[in-house]
Every structure is written in structure tokens, then in C-alpha cells.
């Protein structure tokens, strides 16, 4: 049977673009949802000439009648949820149509403290998180001790619960890094208003999820992160703590494998990075400074000045095999307008004088990886009002087929510029 559904998913170092690309295919889509990260993804959207950042709330709220899923595989902060919620409602997006899985872990304030306190006691060795609490959530997800949404639907044994939750933490946070405790009442109280706020919104997602799927609906899965950062694919240990690759919607939405019809690779036109770890085609020149100001390549979380490189083909292959990827998004093309030269690194040399088109998996051997560039012409003209295939440069289409050649997968979108308009259909998705 054949799927009315796509998973998007980041190919590279995370932002990739893949809130654009959401937002832009959500325009046909019946539901989107994010199954994995938290708010440590940072999706920007730009649309009607406004600019929205996202990071729990899937990207397809800016289409009204979308019905938005956070999934079981998400962890779930609830400040940073209403904070949100209360931005996008300011700004006259309609929010009714959110529901968050029952199954999801919630993140705590232990969580970000614990995050913050473990990359300061690392100093130069830290990974270079967003301070969210990601990883401490999920640690607490894979030695079962965290707490889930539904665990908020009974509000006083919800505190109960939280209330040795905090008591077991605060012996980590005294006893292992030596800082002062959280304030349990506090927490309670505050926690507890937010189940209230959450339990209109508690769903078993995954139920309503399988239903519009065998409906014959249209949903689109939301990446979050990218391969990269995967905590098996990517350059262990500075990865993300969760799946942000195709099998993430499996297991966090809770779906079948057959279920994904398209797996949408979001490709960056070059390569960026945000946090520590090898990245072997980053370019600490002035090449890697105009990329980064014509990129405009700072976090959309964090702020955080973004590692920038020429195009990885090695990563992005690895990606490709690693997901069963069927089609390409290119995206911030553009950005390489200014430049008589551009490179696209097709291989590794490896410290031992070998050449390889595999991703190493030791980052002792990937540290020490040079990259191996084919030199393409650049377009020199400005691209960010193209509006099909055919009108591009020669120059460009040459370079959006050389990436095709590289990764081993089509490139069904190519896309010019942040706004809904700035995008070229090649071959149809969903
Ligand atoms: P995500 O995390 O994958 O959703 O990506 P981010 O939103 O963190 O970063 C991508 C950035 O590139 C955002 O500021 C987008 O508005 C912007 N963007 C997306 N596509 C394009 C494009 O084709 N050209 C340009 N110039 N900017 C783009
Ligand atoms: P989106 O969805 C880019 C990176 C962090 C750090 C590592 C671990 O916007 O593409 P974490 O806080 O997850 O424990 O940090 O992962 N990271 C991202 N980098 N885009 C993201 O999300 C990211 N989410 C996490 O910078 O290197
Ligand atoms: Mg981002």
C-alpha cells in the first residue's frame, strides 16, 4: 500500500532548513509531527515577510486546520512550551490544534541544571549542548527513571512523584558537582500548574497518528537535529542523546517502518556546524566568515556563531545510505552566489595515506581526515529570484547535479532564499 506520507529529515549537522521545508510542504499536508529532540531544535520559518522561530511546536502550526503531534519520542519541556505557545499566539497564530503524546518524558529544571553543570565541569572537553537538558532527560528516559506526560494527568500523585524526583536529584547536584539544590515546593507547584495547563492537550498520539495514516491522510514527520548529530550515526560523542534520522519516527511516533513513504534528505548547498566535534571541511578563513554572514549562520537557539565549511559529500552519503533517503532538498544555494570557486569534498584522505568515501566512525581517525574537493565554477549572479529549474546558471545546475552524483540521491527540491516563494519544485513530494 502506498503511504500519503513524508519524513523530512536534517542530513547534515542540523539546520539544514528543514523548518522551511516543513512549512512549505505543509501547505497539502493533514497533520505534521515531531517525534524526537526537544527544544533544543530551532526551526526558522518565514512567512507573509515574518520571520517565526520554533522549537516543540511543529512547523506545520502556521497553517491553519494543520493538526500539530508532539510524539512519544520527544522530550517535553513545559516552559519552554508555553513560552512559546505564548510567542506564536502573540504573533496571531492559531495553536489550537497541538497535542503532545502521553508517552513523551518531560524535561525538568534538574535536567537543564545537570546539562549546564556537566558541560561547565568538562570546560574545553564539553560538547557544547544547548543547555536544554536534552541528554539528561533521555538519561533518565534509558535508566527509567524519568516521568512521562501522562504522568501529569493525576495532578497530586503527580507531585508526589516529583517530589522524590527532586529529592534524588538534589543529592546528584550537591553530592557529584558540589551546587547549590533546586527548591522543591517551588518546582512542585510550578509543575503542577502545568499539568493543569498540558491535559487538554494529552493524547495517545500514536493512535491518531496510525488513524489519519490509514485514512489515507496526508503527514509529513518533522526532523529535528540532523544525521550527524544521531547518537549512532553521527560523530559520537558529539552527537545529540536521540535518533534525529528516519528510524526516529518509528519508534517516536510509533509507527510502522512501511508507513514512511518519501525520506526527505534537507541538504545545506555547504556545511555548517553549531557545538564541538570534528567537521572536516570547516574553513577557519575568510571563505568560512562570508559564508557564515551570507548565511546569516547563528544558532536559532542558541545564538551561537555557526561552524561553516564547503559541501561534506562524505557525511551527506553516509546519510543518504544510513536512512534509505529518496530525495534531496538543497537548500541556502544562494548563499554560494558570491563565489568564483566553490568546493564540493567528495572523499577523505585518512592519516594512514589511504583514501576513503566512507564516514570513519573514530573521530580519532576523522580528526585527522583532509578533505578531497573537486573544484566547481561558481555562478557569480544572484539566484534568490529563480523560480524554476531551468532558469538557474549552467554553472548552478551543474553544481546541483554534482551534489546528486556525490550523495547518490536526487535533488527533488532546490531552494533560493528563507521565504515560501524561494523554493523550486524539481520533482513533486507528498
Ligand atoms: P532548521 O533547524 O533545519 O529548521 O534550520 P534553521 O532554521 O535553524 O536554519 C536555517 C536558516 O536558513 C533559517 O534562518 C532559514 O530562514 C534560512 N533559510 C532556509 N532556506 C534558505 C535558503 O534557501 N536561502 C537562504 N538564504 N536562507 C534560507
Ligand atoms: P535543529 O533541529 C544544530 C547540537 C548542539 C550540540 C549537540 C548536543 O535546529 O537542526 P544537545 O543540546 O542536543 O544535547 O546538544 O547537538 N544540536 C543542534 N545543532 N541544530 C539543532 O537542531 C541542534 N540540536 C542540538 O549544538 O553540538
Ligand atoms: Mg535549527
Not at 512547523?59 to 516552559?79: E, K, M, R
Not at 553543570?117 to 539528561?136: N, Q, V
Not at 540532523?226 to 535518533?243: A, F, I
Not at 572536516?280 to 556563531?305: K, Q
Request: hydrophobic content about 40%; glycine content about 12%.
Amino acid at each position: 500500500m502506498n503511504y500519503n506520507t513524508a519524513a523530512i529529515i536534517g542530513a547534515q549537522w542540523g539546520d539544514e532548513g528543514k523548518g522551511k521545508i516543513i512549512d512549505y510542504l505543509s501547505a497539502r499536508a493533514d497533520v505534521v509531527v515531531r517525534a524526537q529532540g526537544g527544544n533544543n531544535a530551532g526551526h526558522t520559518v518565514v512567512a507573509g515577510g515574518k520571520k517565526y522561530a520554533l522549537h516543540l511546536v511543529p512547523s506545520g502550526v502556521l497553517h491553519a486546520g494543520t493538526l500539530n503531534i508532539i510524539g512519544n519520542g520527544v522530550v517535553f519541556d513545559p516552559i519552554g512550551f508555553f513560552d512559546e505557545l505564548a510567542t506564536l499566539e502573540a504573533a496571531g497564530v492559531d495553536c489550537s490544534k497541538i497535542y503532545v503524546s502521553d508517552r513523551a518524558h518531560i524535561v525538568f529544571p534538574w535536567h537543564r541544571e545537570i546539562d549546564r553543570l556537566s558541560e561547565e565541569a568538562a570546560g574545553d572537553g564539553g560538547i557544547g549542548t544547548t543547555k536544554r537538558g536534552i541528554g539528561p532527560c533521555y538519561t533518565d528516559k534509558a535508566a527509567r527513571t524519568g516521568l512521562r506526560v501522562c504522568d501529569m494527568l493525576d495532578v497530586d500523585l503527580f507531585r508526589k512523584k516529583l517530589a522524590a524526583s527532586v529529592d534524588e536529584k538534589n543529592r546528584i547536584i550537591k553530592n557529584i558537582y558540589h551546587a547549590e539544590p533546586l527548591y522543591k515546593e517551588a518546582i512542585v507547584e510550578e509543575y503542577a500548574g502545568f499539568a493543569e495547563r498540558v491535559k487538554p492537550m494529552i493524547a495517545d498520539t500514536g493512535v491518531m497518528v496510525y488513524d489519519a495514516i490509514a485514512a489515507g491522510k496526508s503527514v509529513l514527520f518533522e526532523g529535528a537535529q540532523g544525521v550527524m548529530l544521531d547518537l549512532d550515526l553521527g560523530t559520537y560523542p558529539y552527537v545529540t542523546s536521540s535518533h534525529p534520522g528516519a528510524g526516529g519516527f518509528v519508534v517516536g511516533a510509533g509507527i510502522g517502518p512501511h508507513m514512511i513513504g518519501e525520506i526527505v534528505g534537507i541538504v545545506k548547498a555547504y556545511t555548517t556546524r553549531v557545538g564541538a566535534g570534528p567537521m572536516v571541511t570547516e574553513l577557519l578563513d575568510s571563505v568560512g566568515d562570508e559564508i557564515r554572514e551570507a548565511g546569516h549562520e547563528y544558532g536559532t537557539t542558541t545564538g551561537r556563531p555557526r561552524r561553516c565549511g564547503w559541501f561534506d559529500g562524505v557525511a551527506v552519503r553516509h546519510s543518504v545510505r544510513t536512512n534509505g533517503i529518496t530525495g534531496i532538498a538543497l537548500m541556502l544555494l544562494d548563499v554560494l552566489d558570491r563565489f568564483g570557486e566553490i568546493h564540493i569534498c567528495h572523499a577523505y584522505e585518512t592519516p594512514d595515506g589511504g583514501t576513503t568515501e566512507h564516514f570513519p566512525a573514530s573521530l580519532d581517525t576523522l580528526g585527522a581526515c583532509k578533505p578531497l574537493y573537486k573544484t566547481m565554477k561558481g555562478w557569480e549572479t544572484d539566484i534568490s529570484g529563480v523560480s524554476s529549474y531551468d532558469e538557474l546558471p549552467a554553472e548552478a545546475r551543474a553544481y546541483v547535479e554534482e551534489v546528486e552524483r556525490v550523495c547518490g540521491a536526487p535533488v527533488k527540491i532546490v531552494s533560493v532564499g528563507p521565504g515560501r516563494e524561494q523554493t523550486i519544485i524539481r520533482e513533486k513530494i507528498l
